[in-house]
């Protein structure tokens, strides 16, 4: 029995990237060698913030759940793809594919979450930096990472739910490499789809609320900023939140695109590339992006490769 067939009763049919043996093949092997790089280079940040005493301010506390996120995130989506092209059916059971929609949903509001936290913490360490110790204390931070990965979860079951109530009327053929739900919503009947449209208007307004914030709290950043009379102090400042505002930049621009573009029914490269912009890209460019301009952090890599404080004695992580 072939995948299109299977699909018809118990799954989905995932088209990918290309019906092509040796395309498949190419694309597996470069999502692995992504996945690989971010999942060093995501430990790597995870290790030197747990370990590292002077990488223990709020800012990196925040980074290291950024981390954890975009582990967790990529792995959802990309493993899955992996062996789907590897296998050369682009087969997904009903239940993989609930799975996908669920742990997706919630990671991508966390991520969005944790963005806006950590903009809030860089507008209070740059603007209020007397009062930075009082207002991001060390129970207030884990408080807030407890918000940020809560609601997560609560944007998963909302989206879940809805989504388990959706009548499959068409082929269950997916134009693209993971369980998106753009993508599920064309195959829905008529009226079943209303529940997740209700859900996905409720949380683009929370995300609408959080670029406010983001917005608010960089623009009162860059004021401050600009009044410094120091050359050195504001190239530092920049240097430390100019990453950060690329990556939230990037994140909601690609991911409003993506799920704001009426979709087609036949698959367009356009689809597959923003696809990959806001599921992909982010989680891979994170580590590079803000490590690549912070000496701190580039220190501690070092440190950690290379002294003997991290290689020869026993390490026990602790994340909270």
């Not at 799975?99 to 997706?104: H, K, P, S, Y």
């Not at 409720?202 to 009044?227: D, E, K, N, P």
Request: charged share 10%; with cysteine; hydrophobic share 45%.
């Amino acid at each position: 029995m072939t995948a299109r067939n299977i699909t018809t009763k118990s799954g989905f049919l995932l088209t990918g990237f290309s019906d092509n043996r040796e395309l498949q093949i190419l694309h597996a092997l470069l999502f692995l060698a992504m996945y690989l790089l971010d999942l060093a280079s995501n430990l790597v940040i995870v290790s030197v913030t747990t370990l590292d005493p002077q990488l223990q301010s709020p800012m990196y506390y925040f980074l290291k759940h950024l981390s954890l996120l975009d582990l967790s995130s990529l792995s959802v989506t990309v493993p899955q793809s992996i062996d789907s092209s590897l296998a050369g059916t682009g087969y997904i059971s009903y239940d993989q594919c609930m799975l996908q929609v669920f742990f997706f949903t919630a990671l991508c509001w966390s991520e969005m979450a944790i963005l806006t936290v950590m903009s809030y913490d860089r507008y209070v360490a740059i603007c209020f930096p007397l009062h930075y110790e009082v207002i991001m204390s060390p129970g207030k931070r884990m408080w807030a990472v407890a918000a940020v990965w809560l609601s997560g979860g609560i944007s998963g079951t909302l989206y879940i739910t809805t989504t388990l109530s959706i009548r499959f009327c068409r082929a269950k053929i997916i134009h693209q490499f993971f369980c998106d739900i753009p993508q599920l919503l064309k195959l829905s009947c008529s009226n079943d789809y209303f529940g997740v449209m209700e859900v996905s208007t409720f949380m683009s307004v929370m995300a609408f609320a959080c670029f406010m914030g983001i917005s608010l709290s960089y623009g009162q950043i860059f004021s401050t900023v600009l009044r410094m009379p120091s050359a050195e102090g504001r190239s530092k400042v920049f240097s430390t939140c100019l990453p950060h505002l690329f990556v939230v930049s990037f994140f909601i621009s690609t991911g409003i695109c993506a799920y704001l573009k009426p979709t087609s029914d036949s698959p367009t490269a356009l689809d597959l590339m923003l696809s990959i912009f806001y599921t992909v890209l982010p989680p891979t460019l994170n580590p590079v992006i803000y490590s690549l301009r912070n000496e701190s952090l580039k220190g501690a890599v070092r440190k950690l490769i290379l002294s003997e404080q991290f290689s020869g004695k026993k390490i026990t992580f602790v994340f909270c």
